[in-house]
């Protein structure tokens, strides 16, 4: 298998996006090959949630470490800004056993990030080639398209639930992909937590407004249980129903 696989999971907020990247990760782990296996996790939610749904923290995010080189680059015009990030962002990087995780922290604030943002983006192209897979839990809606931090992308899974909303968020998205400069070589809808006797219904809705569902992942009363109990998501029982939909959902879009 090539490396430098990049799957983003987009969509609505509210749709179940982060905990559908963290049982991602945990499929991809639990894979036959995963021994071999090297992911990197980026969290690109302002929220930061993923840190969580995997069980691990975090010291510094990409966000901390751009406040502070604006802030340095104020002082000294002539700093090496790309230079500088580069050797940060390796420092930042949560290694765990399996897998590796960088969190992308806080948004934009006032002045001009736009260099800043290009690095990032520099980066992140370098840092994924280093990888088997590397699963963005993107913001909630549409900034990581329209801002272009997202490129050269294998797979977009866009979630969303049974509302309107996150129907019409996930046809804007695919209208935004093709408008701007983000390669996405495969779009791919799965509908998350669908109560169950729902599924046909959503799928002739969705349809009607020209989405095809790729994949059904039922509403699981283990996931805001765990969440309630500050439990990762990983480690859900592999009879879990979320988890069984999402092993369907990795052996399809995992596919040369």
Same mark, same amino acid.
């Given at each position: 298998?090539?490396?430098?696989?990049?799957?983003?999971?987009?969509?609505?907020?509210?749709?179940?996006?982060?905990?559908?990247?963290?049982?991602?990760?945990?499929?991809?782990?639990?894979?036959?090959?995963?021994?071999?296996?090297?992911?990197?996790?980026?969290?690109?939610?302002?929220?930061? *949630?993923?840190?969580?749904a995997l069980g691990i923290s975090y010291a510094k995010s990409v966000g901390d470490i751009r406040e502070s080189l604006?802030?340095?680059?104020?002082?000294?015009?002539?700093?090496?800004?790309?230079?500088?990030?580069?050797?940060?962002?390796?420092?930042i990087i949560e290694e765990e056993d399996r897998y590796d995780l960088l969190v992308m922290g806080r948004p934009e604030g006032p002045g001009c990030y736009c260099p800043v943002n290009h690095i990032i983006r520099?980066?992140?192209?370098?840092?994924?080639? *280093?990888?088997?897979?590397?699963?963005?839990d993107c913001e909630a809606g549409l900034e990581h398209l329209s801002r272009r931090t997202t490129r050269d992308v294998?797979?977009?899974?866009?979630?969303?639930?049974?509302?309107?909303?996150?129907?019409?968020?996930?046809?804007?998205?695919?209208?935004?992909?093709?408008?701007?400069d983000v390669n996405v070589q495969r779009m791919v809808y799965v509908a998350n937590?669908?109560?169950?006797?729902?599924?046909?219904?959503?799928?002739?809705?969705?349809?009607k407004k020209g989405i095809e569902i790729d994949a059904i992942v039922p509403f699981d009363t283990l996931i805001p249980e765990y969440d309630l109990e500050g439990r990762p998501i990983l480690d859900l029982p592999d009879n879990a129903p979320s988890v069984i939909a999402v092993k369907w959902v990795v052996e399809h879009i995992t596919k040369e």
């Amino acid at each position: 298998m090539r490396k430098g696989k990049v799957i983003a999971v987009a969509g609505k907020g509210g749709t179940g996006k982060t905990a559908i990247a963290a049982l991602l990760i945990r499929e991809l782990l639990g894979s036959k090959e995963s021994e071999d296996i090297c992911i990197l996790a980026v969290d690109a939610d302002a929220d930061s *949630n993923l840190p969580e749904a995997l069980g691990i923290s975090y010291a510094k995010s990409v966000g901390d470490i751009r406040e502070s080189l604006l802030e340095e680059k104020q002082q000294d015009i002539s700093l090496d800004v790309r230079s500088q990030f580069e050797g940060k962002i390796a420092e930042i990087i949560e290694e765990e056993d399996r897998y590796d995780l960088l969190v992308m922290g806080r948004p934009e604030g006032p002045g001009c990030y736009c260099p800043v943002n290009h690095i990032i983006r520099m980066i992140m192209d370098i840092l994924t080639k *280093n990888y088997d897979y590397t699963i963005i839990d993107c913001e909630a809606g549409l900034e990581h398209l329209s801002r272009r931090t997202t490129r050269d992308v294998d797979v977009m899974l866009v979630v969303l639930d049974s509302t309107q909303k996150s129907m019409k968020t996930a046809l804007r998205l695919k209208k935004i992909a093709d408008a701007i400069d983000v390669n996405v070589q495969r779009m791919v809808y799965v509908a998350n937590k669908i109560p169950a006797g729902a599924e046909e219904r959503l799928i002739e809705e969705a349809k009607k407004k020209g989405i095809e569902i790729d994949a059904i992942v039922p509403f699981d009363t283990l996931i805001p249980e765990y969440d309630l109990e500050g439990r990762p998501i990983l480690d859900l029982p592999d009879n879990a129903p979320s988890v069984i939909a999402v092993k369907w959902v990795v052996e399809h879009i995992t596919k040369e």
